[in-house]
């Protein structure tokens, strides 16, 4: 099985910081990979897809960068909305999807 | 608007079993494969089941396999999560979630999760 693991577990900033969190794979994934966004209570919202692409209506301060074992998320310039845990998880199978054990964000 | 609402949780006994559902709408239900994920209490997310759009073929994680069943009806847009043999570990939050299928010339399909339900809880206790 594919196992991913993210870094930092939690991540402490202040609006208007650089974040980026990191996920890594034990094996390629080439670049079939997916980030999530979720608030507590809340269901998670799909933010980037295949490493790099930004779903639909999400604003464009998030990107995703990567390809192989190491991807990275980052948010340009952190707003109010954005403190919350992020997720990692790879597709690269069919029908086989495993997560990373998530980042939070939280406020500094 | 895509809109999944699952329901179905409660609180069972070790060992009992449970239902749960989720209805769909504002997509063409049938041509979409589903699936169900949990998230125990305070961890993270794992991949529960997955039904294909026609129901014609389901699988499960290890964690679960021969203990819980997924199926469909899309008559109804309804898929369900019928769960037996209920273990405290089992205890989370489960997402209904629906499946993007991208296809890409150089390298096939690919399936990721695209729309997640508000999710249902299930606590497993005596």
């Known amino acids: 099985d594919i196992q991913m693991t993210q870094s930092p577990s939690t991540l402490s900033a202040s609006v208007g910081d650089r974040v980026t969190i990191t996920c890594r794979a034990n094996e390629s994934i080439i670049t079939w990979l997916a980030w999530y966004q979720q608030k507590p209570g809340k269901a998670p919202k799909l933010l980037i897809y295949?490493?790099?692409t930004l779903e639909t209506g999400v604003p464009s301060r998030f990107s995703g960068s990567g390809s192989g074992t190491e991807f990275t998320l980052t948010i340009s310039s952190l707003q109010p909305d954005d403190f919350a845990t992020y997720y990692c998880q790879q597709y690269k199978s069919f029908w086989e999807w495993t997560f990373g054990q998530g980042t939070k964000v939280e406020i500094k | 608007e895509v809109q999944l609402l699952d329901s179905g949780g409660g609180l069972v006994q070790p060992g009992g079993s449970l239902r749960l559902s989720c209805s769909a709408s504002g997509f063409t239900f049938r041509n979409y494969d589903m699936s169900w994920v949990r998230q125990a209490p305070g961890k993270g997310l794992e991949w529960v089941s997955v039904i294909s759009g026609s129901g014609g073929s389901t699988d499960d994680a290890d964690s679960v396999k021969g203990r819980f069943a997924i199926s469909r009806d899309n008559s109804k847009n309804m898929v369900y999560l019928q769960m037996s043999g209920l273990r405290a570990e089992d205890t989370a939050v489960y997402y209904c979630?629906?499946?993007?299928?991208?296809?890409?010339?150089?390298?096939?399909?690919?399936?990721?999760?695209?729309?997640w339900g508000q999710g249902t809880l299930v606590t497993v206790s005596s």
């Open positions: 295949k490493a790099s």
């Open positions: 979630a629906r499946i993007r299928r991208d296809f890409y010339e150089s390298s096939g399909y690919y399936y990721f999760f695209d729309f």
